[in-house]
């Protein structure tokens, strides 16, 4: 059953039925009063007048017995007054309402000697009328006096009263019922349905509704504290997304040192195996190259065996550098200073290329601690891969500060990296030149100098147009925490 209905079947409904009964009490209480009042009054009159009358009637004297009877019109409202013989013949009266008993009637009541009233209807009035029987001095019965009063309007329409009554209640309590439904479903029924509305549409999945404030103030408390509770939620379950994100990158992080450590063993041991194959290889073209009786063609031939070696020697090198897990030997150092040291190194491979280099950084230029070396490799690498994209005629290396974390952004406005391959440049040997253009080692030891250092490095898509890698480093040794890779 709803809420309203139960009130009103509980509270309402009896609460009518309690004051309707009160008020049918009251009429009925104000006619029973009204009626004894009119059976007083004309049973005082006619005791009053009886006494006149009945002195009169033992002296036979008609005289006294009209002044009598006239004097009963003195008192309100009474319209008829007659005196009867003990056989039931009028001896004298005037007014009305002459005939409202039979002359049986009042023999009766001059046999018994007992006073008697009744309420009377003649030629549409209304009356209350009185016999009292005469009594004379010795005891006898002489005759029978008739008073007559006409009902006033309170007493003729005390019935139809009544019902106006109960009809003006009926009237009302439909009006307050209606009211109390009204306001119940204006002020009750639809602050509620607009919370059950939120609150259905947040189990169905959208935890983006929250509830008006509006209405009544305690309607208005519940909004706020649904509001609040699913603000709440909103917060857990960012903060769970957080930990599934950063247990996911942690993991990733993970599969990729697992894989770096094992590259790095088995680089070691290739190194082991062909670092005395290489160098024999190197030391009996180098011997060859010196001989006179060979040709220029074949000295240039053993100049790039030498150069291909010596290719192979610093690949397992790098590799050995890979997969070795460093103690990073930090120093204060400058920003503008890291950027300028890295500009000298790479201006030269720009300038071959036409390439325009756009840096903006921030001002006062920011300190922190870091492996100046390691950093201008990191910044190096990061601009030549740059350089060496198809199609790039501006590189773009900018930074921002936001609180104790440096952010390096560097852009081009080449192709840019497919989607497909964003998730795989940090990843050992992964390249997309040509054969012989690159080991695809480079990121990979960017992404292990910006690890040991405890920062972030991702790619982006960079608004010029091209490729876009963040490096994240913090800007001071007690904000250092384990680094990884974002995409």
Do not use: C
């Not at 007083?40 to 033992?58: F, K, M, Y």
């Not at 023999?107 to 016999?131: C, F, I, N, P, Q």
């Amino acid at each position: 059953m709803r809420l309203r209905n139960l009130i009103i079947l509980t509270v309402i409904a009896p609460l009518f039925l309690v004051l309707l009964i009160f008020s049918l009490v009251a009429i009925k209480s104000l006619e029973d009063n009204v009626r004894s009042r009119l059976e007083r009054e004309v049973q005082v009159i006619t005791h009053v007048i009886g006494t006149t009358l009945s002195h009169a009637l033992t002296r036979d004297a008609t005289e006294p017995l009209e002044e009598s009877l006239y004097s009963a019109f003195s008192f309100h409202r009474i319209y008829g007054a007659y005196v009867f013989d003990t056989n039931g013949q009028e001896i004298y009266g005037l007014g009305l309402g002459q005939a409202l008993f039979s002359a049986e009637a009042i023999r009766d009541v001059a046999e018994s000697g007992e006073m008697r009233a009744a309420y009377r209807e003649h030629d549409g009035w209304h009356y209350y009328s009185a016999l009292k029987p005469l009594t004379a001095a010795t005891g006898e019965i002489r005759g029978v006096l008739q008073v007559n009063r006409l009902n006033t309007g309170i007493e003729n329409y005390t019935g139809v009263l009544s019902q106006l009554a109960l009809i003006a209640f009926v009237i009302g309590a439909g009006g307050i019922v209606l009211g109390i439904w009204w306001g119940f479903r204006r002020h009750i029924e639809r602050p509620l349905e607009r919370l059950l509305a939120v609150m259905q549409r947040v189990e169905e999945g959208d935890r983006s509704q929250r509830a008006k404030a509006n209405g009544p103030q305690e309607y208005a408390r519940l909004a706020v504290g649904l509001n609040g509770m699913l603000d709440a939620m909103a917060e857990k379950d960012a903060d769970i997304e957080a930990r599934r994100r950063k247990e996911i990158e942690l993991e990733k992080r993970l599969r990729k040192s697992k894989k770096l450590a094992e590259l790095g063993v088995l680089a070691a041991g290739v190194a082991h195996e062909i670092g005395a194959p290489l160098t024999v290889i190197n030391g009996q073209a180098q011997r060859l190259a010196r001989r006179d009786r060979i040709g220029d063609d074949e000295r240039a031939k053993l100049g790039r065996i030498r150069s291909e070696v010596e290719r192979i020697v610093e690949i397992v090198r790098q590799l050995m550098e890979l997969g070795r897990r460093h103690n990073v030997e930090k120093e204060p150092l400058d920003l503008d200073s890291l950027v300028g040291a890295t500009r000298e190194l790479v201006e030269d491979d720009l300038d071959r290329r036409a390439i325009q280099l756009e840096t903006d950084l921030p001002d006062p230029s920011p300190r922190f601690l870091a492996n100046t070396q390691q950093l201008i490799q990191v910044l190096t690498n990061l601009l030549r891969n740059a350089a060496q994209a198809e199609g790039v005629k501006r590189v773009r290396l900018s930074a921002r500060q936001e609180n104790d974390w440096l952010t390096l952004l560097i852009e081009d406005d080449g192709a840019g990296i497919t989607r497909a391959n964003q998730s795989k440049v940090f990843d050992p040997f992964f390249t997309t030149k040509p054969v012989g253009q690159g080991s695809g080692l480079g990121l990979s030891m960017v992404h292990r100098i910006i690890n040991d250092h405890g920062g972030t490095v991702g790619v982006f898509d960079s608004e010029m147009g091209g490729a876009g890698f963040e490096v994240g480093l913090p800007l001071s040794q007690t904000d250092s925490i384990e680094g990884g890779t974002s995409t």
